[in-house]
């Protein structure tokens, strides 16, 4: 079982910055690979970037040059850094833990099978024109 809690939402205006934060507890040696998904009111959930145990990293073309996924192992967190934010880009931001090795595939595997990873609460982010 993986914990997982998000925090660093907020508002922003247009051309902005946020940095979301995900630390993780529970059995994280396990090695999990770790995302980033958002959900817009009234629309499905999305992926946006994952990030996979080696450090390999994967993202949906609308975000792509302006989000950037880490991941601090010694603190068990990950990290993405939202850059020149568009309204689009608001949204519920959930990571999400899932089954290693799947790279950009995380993305739509776990929208469409969310049962096989784990979630946090999510955290609210809206950008303002």
């Known amino acids: 079982q993986v914990q997982l809690v998000e925090s660093g939402g907020g508002s922003a205006e247009s051309g902005g910055s946020l940095t979301l934060s995900c630390a993780a507890s529970?059995?994280?040696?396990?090695?999990?690979?770790m995302g980033w998904f958002r959900q817009a009111p009234g629309q499905e959930r999305e992926g946006v970037a994952a990030?996979?145990?080696?450090?390999?990293?994967s993202y949906i073309d609308a975000v792509k040059a302006r989000f950037t996924i880490s991941q601090d192992n010694v603190k068990n967190t990950i990290y993405l850094q939202m850059n020149d934010l568009k309204p689009e880009d608001t949204g519920m931001y959930y990571c999400?833990?899932?089954?290693?090795?799947?790279?950009?595939?995380?993305?739509?595997?776990?929208?469409?099978?969310?049962?096989?990873?784990?979630w946090g609460q999510g955290t609210q982010v809206t950008v303002s024109s």
């Open positions: 999400a833990a899932g089954t290693p090795g799947l790279g950009e595939l995380l993305l739509t595997v776990l929208v469409s099978s969310p049962n096989l990873g784990f």
């Open positions: 990030i996979d145990t080696d450090g390999s990293t």
């Open positions: 529970g059995h994280t040696n396990s090695g999990y690979m």
